[in-house]
C-alpha cells in the first residue's frame, strides 16, 4: 500500500524531507503536487494526411478524447487512461505530452526552411513535434539535437525511428560547447521533399511545381553545393553525429555566419519539480531514487550555472533576427525567471523577450520577478491554474 490518503489522493506528507525544504526555499506551493485528475495530453503525429481522425482517436480510450482550443493537433485525456496500451501509440501515431511542453515548441514559430537547434533534446519529445512539424510544412528545414547522455541520447534515436523522423540529426555532446552549425548540403532533402511532394495529392500539381520552383531558385541552395566544393571553405574537423539519417549524413560542417540557426531551443537540464506526474510515480519506486536523482545538493547548485552557460551557447549559434526558447520544468524562479532576466540584463542591446504566440483559452500562472528587468512576456504552466504540469517558457529574439 502506498502511503496516499484513503481517497487514492496524494498527501504533501508523504515527499521526502529533503524535497519540502527544496519546495519551502524555492517557494513552490506544495500543493500542486495534489491536484486530482490532472489530464494527460496526446498529440498527433506523422503527416498530416495520415493522422488520425477524432473518430479513431476515440475508440482508443475509454474516456473523453478532446481536442484543446485553439493548439492544434493535442488532445486531453483522463489521468488514468494508458498512453501505452493503446495500439495507435504502438503504431507511432500519437504522442504523449504535455501541452506545456507542446507550448514551447509552438513558440518557435517554425517555418518550412528553418534549421532548428535543439540543446537538450533528450529523450526527445520536442524533438520529435518539430520534425513533425517542419515535414508537415513541406520544406527543407531540419532540427538538430545536442545531448549530453549516451544513454538518453539512445532514447531519442530509437523514438526518431519509431516515429519515422527523416530530417533530425542528433549529437552526443556537451552543450555549453557544441559548435556544429546548421546543415549546409540540403540536396539530399530537397529530393526527399520533391518526391514526397510527387507523391502527394494529384490535384495539387500546380502548388507543387510552384514549390519545385521555389527550391529550384532557392539562393541557398545554389550557393551550398558550391560552398560545400570550395578548397578555402573554414571547417573543423567534422564531429560525427550520434545518429543521422541518410539524407543528412554527408554534411560538410562548414563554419559561416550564414549557417547560424533559425530557431534554438534550451529546454535546459533543471530540478523536474515541474513535472508532477513523474514525480508522483517515486511513491512506487521508492523516494529514495528521487533524492539520489534529484536532490543531489552539488547538482542543484551545479544547475544554475549550467543554465545561464547553454543559454550563452545557443545565442552564440542563433542567427540575427532568429528566436531563442529557454523552457524548463521546474517552478523555480531561479532556474527561470531570474534565468531571463540576467539574461536580458546582460543583452540590453540585442534581446527582445516577446509574447509567445497563441496560447489559446489556457491559463498561466502569475510570474516571480525579483529583478528590474520586464520579463512579463515570459509565461508559467502551473497544474492548479493551468491544469497542464509545472512548465516555464521564454520566447527571446535576437535582433
Ligand atoms: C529536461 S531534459 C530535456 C527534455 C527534452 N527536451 C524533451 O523534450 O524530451 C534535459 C536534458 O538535458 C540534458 N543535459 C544535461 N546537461 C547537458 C549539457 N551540458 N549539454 C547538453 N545536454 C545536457 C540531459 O541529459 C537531459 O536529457
Redesign the pocket.
Known amino acids: 500500500m502506498t502511503n496516499s490518503d484513503v481517497a487514492g489522493r496524494f498527501s504533501i506528507s508523504n515527499l521526502p524531507k529533503s524535497f519540502i525544504k527544496f519546495l519551502e526555499d524555492n517557494e513552490i506551493d506544495p500543493s500542486v503536487y495534489c491536484v486530482n485528475n490532472l489530464p494527460r495530453y496526446i498529440r498527433l503525429t506523422g503527416p498530416l494526411q495520415q493522422q488520425l481522425t477524432l473518430k479513431e482517436l476515440h475508440e482508443q480510450f475509454n474516456g473523453p478524447v478532446l481536442p484543446v482550443d485553439g493548439i492544434d493537433n493535442f488532445f486531453r485525456i483522463d489521468a488514468k487512461e494508458k498512453i501505452v496500451d493503446c495500439q495507435t501509440y504502438k503504431d507511432g501515431k500519437i504522442f504523449g505530452m504535455d501541452l506545456s511542453?507542446g507550448m514551447a515548441v509552438y513558440s518557435l514559430d517554425i517555418k518550412p526552411d528553418d534549421h532548428i537547434l535543439?540543446?537538450?533534446?533528450?529523450?526527445?519529445?520536442?524533438?520529435c513535434m518539430i520534425a513533425d512539424l517542419l515535414a508537415n510544412q513541406g520544406g527543407i528545414g531540419t532540427v538538430t539535437g545536442?545531448?549530453?547522455?549516451n544513454h538518453?541520447a539512445s532514447i531519442c534515436k530509437n523514438l526518431l525511428k519509431k516515429y519515422k523522423v527523416n530530417r533530425a540529426r542528433i549529437f552526443v555532446?556537451?552543450?555549453?560547447q557544441f559548435s556544429v552549425m546548421a546543415p549546409s548540403y540540403l540536396e539530399p532533402l530537397k529530393r526527399l521533399v520533391e518526391a514526397n511532394n510527387r507523391k502527394n495529392d494529384a490535384n495539387k500539381k500546380e502548388e507543387q511545381r510552384q514549390q519545385t520552383k521555389k527550391y529550384n531558385n532557392d539562393e541557398r541552395l545554389e550557393t551550398e553545393l558550391m560552398d560545400s566544393r570550395k578548397s578555402d571553405v573554414k571547417r573543423s574537423p567534422i564531429i560525427r553525429p550520434f545518429w543521422a539519417p541518410q539524407i543528412l549524413r554527408s554534411d560538410p560542417q562548414i563554419i559561416n555566419e550564414k549557417y547560424l540557426y533559425d530557431k534554438v531551443i534550451v529546454?535546459?537540464?533543471?530540478t523536474?519539480d515541474g513535472s508532477i506526474a513523474h514525480i508522483l510515480k517515486y511513491e512506487k519506486w521508492g523516494w529514495d531514487a528521487f533524492e539520489k536523482n534529484f536532490m543531489n545538493p552539488d547538482r542543484i547548485n551545479n544547475l544554475w550555472d549550467?543554465q545561464r552557460k547553454?543559454i550563452i551557447n545557443a545565442w552564440n549559434l542563433l542567427k540575427t533576427g532568429g528566436i531563442l526558447v529557454y523552457s524548463t520544468?521546474s517552478l523555480s524562479r531561479k532556474q527561470n525567471e531570474d534565468v531571463i532576466g540576467w539574461f536580458l540584463s546582460e543583452h540590453m542591446n540585442d534581446a527582445i523577450l516577446e509574447p509567445i504566440p497563441s496560447i489559446g483559452t489556457l491559463k498561466t500562472a502569475p510570474l516571480r520577478n525579483n529583478n528590474n528587468i520586464d520579463i512579463s512576456n515570459a509565461v508559467r504552466f502551473d497544474p492548479l491554474i493551468s491544469n497542464t504540469s509545472g512548465f516555464f517558457v521564454a520566447r527571446i529574439r535576437k535582433q
Do not use: F
Not at 529546454?267 to 533543471?270: H, I, K, R, V
Open positions: 511542453s535543439d540543446l537538450c533534446c533528450a529523450p526527445g519529445a520536442k524533438l545536442v545531448d549530453i547522455s538518453r555532446a556537451d552543450g555549453t529546454d535546459a537540464e533543471c523536474h549550467l547553454l520544468c
